[in-house]
Structure formats: structure tokens, C-alpha cells
């Protein structure tokens, strides 16, 4: 059973804070990596996707992923009040399906 | 608007009854992905199909349940004789091709059974 694995949240963090987000995957053929945001009653909104180990940066949002230790996570800089949502961890290997993880709700307080 | 469109928004359905939700990818996208969200669970995959094809249905429930993507028209996700376990959001995802492409999500169709 492929599964995905996010901490446990509600995560609250003030603005202009660093909001860390962590994900763990069990199937090591994984190669594909999203983070999704996911408004309350919306629908799931890609934010970044990456594929090779390292950082990969946009705007205030930075992707790491380590394949070695089967962990990806999102930081988000600068952190907005707009940030408030649940983010979405999912993985995706040669069966191209996604499997999400469970969320991690985020609470930026103003 | 080029996103993923899906409708109904909102379906509401007796028990027993039919429901069909549509789909329509991305302009560009040949790939669609459809996957349920319970009340205050995850995201479930359920089928992945191309035009005309069923490449994946291993997240489909055996029963009632059934998908098309034809040659001409949107994708189709069909519920015969809907229960109340069915109550769920149903989103649909499009992708230019599975390798290393995002998917993208529509709206969603929010299904709610009487």
C-alpha cells in the first residue's frame, strides 16, 4: 500500500513567518512530487511540483524534495494571512495516479 | 476560461437514483483523472483514462460504478443507484500527457444523496 504520509496539523504560524510543511512517502519508485493548496469547500490548486532532489524556488514558496529519505516538504516565506488553507502533499510514480496525503491545515495569524 | 470544467457544481440525488458527472479537460490535455473526496477525508484516485481508453480503474469501487472518456464530448463518471455513501466531492484532473505533468483540478462536482 503506497502511502503518504504529512505532520499532523493544525500548523499556525504568525504573518511574515516561515510555515514549514513535511510530507513522507513510502513507495521509493515515486518520481513525481506535487504540493497542492486547498481552500476550505475549493478545489485542490497546484502551488509546486518537483522532480529531482534539491530546492526548487518560486516566489515565496520552496519545494524540497530528498529521495534518499523519502521526504518532501514546502516552506512558505513571508507568510500571508491569504496562506490559511490546507496544503496537500501528492505523489505520483510510473502508475501517473496521485496519492495524496491526508493535509496539513495551516493558519496564518494576523 | 481554459481550466478543467466540470458540472453539475452541485447534484443532488435520491437514494437509487443515476448520477453522471462531466468532465472537460484543459484545452491541449488528452489525460483525465478522477478522484473522490469523503467528508473530512483525503483525496482517493478512481479512474485514469485517455481518449477512449480506461488506462487505470483500481480506485474504482467494483459496483456501481462506471467512467468513459469518448472520442468526442466530455469525460463521464457514472453512479447507479446512488447510496448515502456516495455523499462526497468528485474532483476531475487533466494532464497534456502522464509523464511528469502537473495535473490540474476542476471545480469539482459536490454530490449529495437524500
Known amino acids: 500500500q503506497k502511502e503518504v504520509e504529512q505532520n499532523s496539523g493544525p500548523l499556525s504560524v504568525p504573518e511574515g513567518a516561515i510555515a514549514s510543511l513535511n510530507c513522507t512517502y513510502s513507495?521509493?519508485?515515486?518520481?513525481?512530487f506535487f504540493w497542492y493548496r486547498q481552500y476550505s469547500g475549493k478545489s485542490p490548486e497546484l502551488i509546486m511540483f518537483?522532480?529531482?532532489?534539491g530546492d526548487k524556488e518560486d516566489g515565496r514558496f520552496t519545494a524540497q524534495l530528498n529521495k534518499a529519505s523519502q521526504y518532501v516538504s514546502l516552506l512558505i516565506r513571508d507568510s500571508q494571512p491569504s496562506d490559511s488553507a490546507t496544503y496537500l502533499c501528492?505523489?505520483?510514480?510510473?502508475?501517473?495516479?496521485?496519492?495524496f496525503g491526508s493535509g496539513t491545515q495551516l493558519t496564518v495569524l494576523p | 476560461n481554459a481550466g478543467v470544467m466540470q458540472n453539475p457544481r452541485h447534484l443532488v440525488r435520491r437514494r437509487g437514483q443515476e448520477a453522471r458527472l462531466r468532465c472537460s479537460p484543459m484545452?491541449?490535455?488528452?489525460?483525465v483523472y478522477w478522484y473522490r473526496q469523503l467528508p473530512e477525508e483525503g483525496l482517493k484516485f478512481m479512474v485514469y483514462?485517455?481518449?477512449?481508453?480506461?488506462?487505470?480503474e483500481s480506485g474504482m469501487p467494483k459496483e456501481r460504478f462506471s467512467a468513459e472518456f469518448p472520442k468526442e464530448g466530455p469525460s463521464i463518471l457514472r453512479i447507479q443507484q446512488v447510496v448515502r455513501g456516495d455523499s462526497a466531492a468528485y474532483f476531475c484532473?487533466?494532464?497534456?500527457?502522464?509523464?511528469?505533468?502537473?495535473?490540474?483540478f476542476g471545480d469539482g462536482t459536490r454530490l449529495s444523496i437524500l
Open positions: 484532473a487533466s494532464s497534456p500527457s502522464p509523464k511528469d505533468q502537473p495535473q490540474h
Open positions: 513507495d521509493r519508485g515515486s518520481q513525481s
Open positions: 518537483i522532480y529531482s532532489n
Open positions: 501528492a505523489v505520483s510514480g510510473s502508475a501517473r495516479q496521485l496519492t
Open positions: 484545452k491541449g490535455h488528452s489525460h
Open positions: 483514462l485517455q481518449k477512449e481508453n480506461i488506462i487505470d
